[in-house]
């Protein structure tokens, strides 16, 4: 938009957990609009994590939250061009980016995963992310090590 910002929209906590975090996901989840079934999904993720992390002593939605903290990255790569030849800087991520970032990469690589059920699925890369391993933790370390090796460039900031 070229005159305005749009306005941030107000999301509503979700019924059984009443967070917001929770509904930001659920709205990353869905698939064509079925709001109910990806809620379905995630609870029920989130009842396979407690089942198989029962000695870990923390309920589901924090293991959850601190898998999404592992998750997320602090440093991104933007492509910049200078003087005909493309460079790689490194720049930081903002806030809502970081969380957008670590949410859209953790329901990728569960969609990826072998596994009967989404909500299989989606709970054993949860758990693989809580455990700073999986696909979506290796992304994030991937995403760092560009923007280390690509320090050079970062006097190139926009």
Do not use: C
Request: proline share 4%; aromatic share 8%.
């Amino acid at each position: 938009m070229r005159k305005s910002k749009p306005k941030k929209r107000i999301l509503l906590p979700d019924p059984k957990f009443s967070d917001i975090l929770v509904t930001r996901f659920v709205n990353n989840l869905m698939v064509d609009g079925k709001k109910s079934i990806a809620y379905t999904i995630f609870y029920d993720a989130m009842s396979i994590i407690g089942e198989k992390m029962k000695d870990a002593d923390k309920a589901p939605l924090d293991i959850w939250k601190q898998a999404v903290e592992n998750i997320t990255p602090q440093v991104e790569v933007k492509s910049r061009r200078v003087g005909g030849a493309t460079f790689q800087v490194p720049t930081e991520v903002r806030p809502e980016r970081k969380v957008s970032l670590s949410m859209k990469n953790l329901i990728l690589y569960s969609r990826k995963r072998a596994g009967r059920s989404m909500a299989e699925k989606l709970s054993a890369e949860v758990m693989a992310a809580y455990n700073q391993e999986g696909a979506a933790f290796k992304r994030k370390e991937e995403m760092h090590r560009m923007a280390d090796a690509n320090k050079a460039f970062a006097h190139f900031r926009f």
